[in-house]
């Protein structure tokens, strides 16, 4: 299958570096002490954050930093095909754990010893890249529940079909069954803090595809920064600053 026309163009119209349109929305859980939507072209997703709270299970609870817990979930009707996922399968706790890890990269836990802080996230309409979306929502919720972090984390996938580096895949690309490379960093401090891979790729061509997954990295973080200030502006137009 041609995943790149000869005039250079993916099957959704997108140049090879060209991202998909991003959406993100602030606040969108009443209940929650830090929420946002993020979308990625078709993949939508919703995250919530409730914490800095109480240890529930006292076992758990560390007297130097925050315990970060994130449970990840997608909805039955998020994929065409309309399998009930069972909840906890093998996909999703793993993911809870990318997830997880990648956020506890940038909390700073040792603020905030003896409490824990909760992340759900849950994937609303699934078209690739559901992990990048998933920690860019988890970023937005958590800097809208004040919960103070080294840097914001934002991530980005890449892959490479047709000999030709591809940003941004979408579904069809994604289960191609090529190279495909999803990157987390933290862009200001310029330091990656996820990385995965499926499939080998030589390594002059992984340094190209990596770079164009971290450029697209800088380009959402770039989007959630005005998103939040626009937040900010808005807040402050309420309180009447």
Do not use: W
Request: glycine fraction near 8%; hydrophobic fraction near 40%.
């Amino acid at each position: 299958m041609e995943f790149v026309s000869p005039e250079g163009l993916r099957l959704d119209g997108r140049r090879p570096t060209e991202m998909r349109q991003l959406r993100a929305e602030v606040g969108v859980v009443a209940k929650a002490d830090g929420s946002a939507s993020f979308e990625m072209g078709n993949t939508k997703v919703i995250a919530a954050v409730y914490g800095p709270r109480e240890v529930q299970n006292k076992g758990q609870q560390m007297n130097d930093q925050a315990l970060v817990r994130c449970e990840y979930s997608m909805a039955n009707f998020s994929t065409g095909d309309r399998m009930r996922k069972p909840k906890g399968d093998r996909r999703s706790t793993e993911i809870s754990l990318v997830i997880r890890q990648t956020m506890e990269a940038c909390i700073l836990t040792h603020l905030m010893p003896r409490s824990q802080i909760d992340i759900f996230v849950q994937v609303l309409q699934a078209d690739g890249g559901t992990r990048s979306a998933c920690i860019n929502a988890a970023t937005l919720a958590l800097a809208d529940a004040g919960i103070p972090m080294r840097d914001l984390v934002t991530s980005c996938s890449s892959g490479y079909l047709n000999s030709t580096p591809l940003l941004d895949l979408n579904y069809v690309e994604d289960s191609a069954g090529g190279p495909d490379v999803t990157v987390g960093i933290l862009p200001k401090l310029d330091k990656v803090t996820l990385l995965q891979m499926d499939a080998k790729l030589p390594i002059d061509i992984f340094e190209n595809v990596m770079q164009l997954a971290i450029e697209g990295c800088k380009a959402v973080a770039n989007y959630i920064r005005e998103i939040l200030l626009e937040n900010t502006k808005q807040l402050e137009f309420r309180r009447g600053v």
